[in-house]
């Protein structure tokens, strides 16, 4: 764990604490886990999980090289964002404005490399100030170390009106806050994990929601009114005074219980917002823009909690893998807004002839696969092959013009031809490749000897 408040904050010689921890606590708790907590740097913490070290992080931003690296859990933290402060004395409002500046960046984070991305696309490069924690980034700002520096949403709700520091409007780097496992890890932990925080999330009145009152009201409760001790000794010392003390307190109690009630008004104003921007995240995040299917990593996300559902079985899967044929023809000649609507209708003709539990997604350009369960046969994937291709068999109307469109489909059946996600891909991937090299419209499943062809070929094409 690293220091991440209200996350999880793990400073030296104090318990861990935070939301990360609330929920690794309640799980453990109904598993029977033995938790031991190793606080580290966020960057070494990196190292030492693809190590093994250590079987969890705790509160790591999800990213598409960390995906590939490491195992994340399916289930979500919480939804966050990056947030820039600045020193009250700095002029910095908006993105342009920190050209030249320093800004104090902590190391590894996912929000200190979106702002340096998003910093040269918009022709602003700054001088990075880095640190280790977020409340270094903020203490460098108050030093005038950096101009501004960059944190995430969940910790700026908790300093927002601290001295010296401003919120400027900079909103930036929409994630998810995820668990991370080794990559050689058994899926069972996250498995767990997951399971429990699905449990949890979908219960208002579970741990998770009591953990977000307490960590977001930010211990407001807790501050003690100054009139208290001075209306105590008067009390104490002037007896003659006793009833307009009294009257004094009643007043001052009543304005502290509206301003709690109010407090308690705010934070459930945040939840719900929280549970509105975590929908628009995951949009963001796991769905394709244009066809409004899974995407890429929702497609690796629903793959990994199928096979997990199949452990212990003796279930087989059928992976098919798509490529449109000539939607490059299209694109060159009717614009890649043409191109858009065509991919568009196919993704719409593919999911009318799929089964209710069978899962389609859009892998990127012109790809797109599908996840098919509870097959018994080879014959059931070819099956839905070739209802998939006859769905693209009539002609697409684009405004007054009508296109053709077939496709290649490559098969790859788990655990027959694969014992893993990356290569039950890649065998799709391979026979999907062997169909469009014999003219496209056509499907093929894969075998070992395309493996080995495929391999002569790049061998012949690199000579």
Do not use: C
């Amino acid at each position: 764990m690293f220091e991440n408040s209200p996350i999880v904050s793990a400073t030296p010689g104090t318990p861990p604490e935070g939301i990360a921890i609330d929920v690794i606590r309640w799980v453990a708790e109904q598993e029977g886990w033995q938790v031991t907590y190793v606080p580290d740097s966020f960057d070494n913490l990196l190292v030492r999980l693809d190590r093994g070290d250590i079987d969890l992080l705790t509160g790591i931003a999800y990213s598409d090289e960390r995906a590939q690296r490491f195992q994340l859990s399916s289930q979500s933290l919480i939804g966050n964002w990056g947030m820039v402060f600045r020193h009250a004395e700095a002029r910095i409002d908006s993105l342009p404005d920190i050209k030249g500046k320093r800004v104090a960046l902590m190391r590894g984070s996912t929000h200190s490399q979106a702002l340096i991305e998003l910093a040269a696309r918009f022709d602003a490069p700054f001088t990075p100030v880095y640190v280790d924690t977020y409340p270094q980034v903020l203490q460098a700002i108050v030093e005038r170390r950096a101009d501004a520096g960059v944190v995430n949403r969940v910790f700026a709700s908790l300093h927002a009106h601290e001295p010296d520091l401003v919120v400027t409007g900079i909103v930036f780097n929409p994630i998810f806050v995820h668990y991370a496992a080794p990559k050689q890890a058994r899926p069972a932990l996250l498995a767990a994990l997951d399971r429990h925080l699905a449990a949890l999330k979908a219960d208002t009145r579970s741990a998770y929601y009591d953990s977000l009152r307490h960590w977001l009201e930010a211990g407001s409760a807790d501050r003690t009114p100054r009139w208290l001790p001075w209306a105590a000794a008067a009390a104490g010392s002037l007896l003659v005074l006793a009833l307009a003390v009294a009257g004094f307190l009643r007043h001052q109690v009543q304005r502290q219980t509206g301003e709690l009630q109010r407090r308690a008004g705010l934070l459930q104003s945040e939840i719900e917002q929280r549970e509105q921007v975590e929908a628009h995240l995951n949009q963001i995040a796991y769905f394709d823009a244009l066809t409004r299917l899974p995407n890429r990593e929702g497609f690796r996300i629903a793959l990994n909690e199928t096979l997990a559902d199949m452990q212990g079985s003796d279930e087989r899967l059928a992976l098919l893998f798509i490529d449109v044929d000539r939607l490059k023809n299209v694109n060159d000649g009717l614009g890649h807004g043409a191109g858009d609507l065509m991919l568009q209708q196919i993704a719409v003709r593919l999911q009318s002839v799929l089964r209710a539990h069978d899962h389609l997604s859009r892998f990127g350009g012109d790809e797109f696969v599908v996840i098919v369960s509870e097959i018994g046969e080879s014959l059931d994937a070819e099956l839905v092959a070739t209802r998939l291709l006859q769905s693209l068999a009539a002609p697409i109307d684009i405004g007054s013009t009508q296109v053709y469109s077939s496709a290649s489909i490559g098969i790859a059946l788990y655990p027959d031809d694969a014992d893993s996600v990356e290569t039950l891909i890649k065998h799709a991937d391979t026979a999907m490749y062997q169909a469009k090299g014999q003219g496209g419209n056509r499907f093929r499943s894969y075998h070992a000897q395309q493996t080995a062809r495929v391999v002569e070929r790049l061998t012949l094409d690199t000579r």
